[in-house]
């Protein structure tokens, strides 16, 4: 069993940043890989939209209407990653969500945290 968790969200005016984070635990990380961490976001009334990831090689890939404004990376701890929101505006409001792909021999695994929510103000 996977846990995914995310913090850091909140009210900030447009304009603004916010340093998102997502954690990983639980005993199966003793025998899985992670292969991908990923956040996700969910505006009011619209689907569920890629908004960067970071894969286990480094790589990166962003939205296109973050780029240049998101930073996506692993963190300083095992099975954690951040979002670096900058310049945030009104659109980005919404909940952010993060996914940990993981790989164990022939399987692959998709956990994804609750959720947390990001309001920006006009």
């Known amino acids: 069993q996977v846990q995914v968790v995310e913090s850091g969200g909140g009210l900030v005016q447009a304009g603004g940043s916010l340093r998102l984070s997502c954690a990983a635990s639980?005993?199966?990380?003793?025998?899985?890989?992670?292969?991908?961490m990923g956040w996700y976001r969910q505006a009011p009334g619209k689907q569920r939209e890629l908004v960067a990831e970071?894969?286990?090689?480094?790589?990166?890939n962003y939205a296109n209407i973050v780029k240049g404004r998101f930073t996506v990376g692993r963190g300083s701890a095992d099975n954690t990653a951040y979002l670096q929101m900058n310049n945030l505006n009104t659109e980005d409001t919404g909940v952010y969500y993060c996914?940990?792909?993981?790989?164990?021999?022939?399987?692959?695994?998709?956990?994804w945290g609750q959720g947390t929510q990001v309001t920006v103000s006009s």
């Open positions: 996914k940990v792909v993981a790989s164990h021999i022939d399987y692959e695994y998709d956990y």
């Open positions: 639980g005993g199966f990380l003793s025998l899985i890989s992670i292969e991908t």
């Open positions: 970071v894969h286990s090689s480094g790589d990166t």
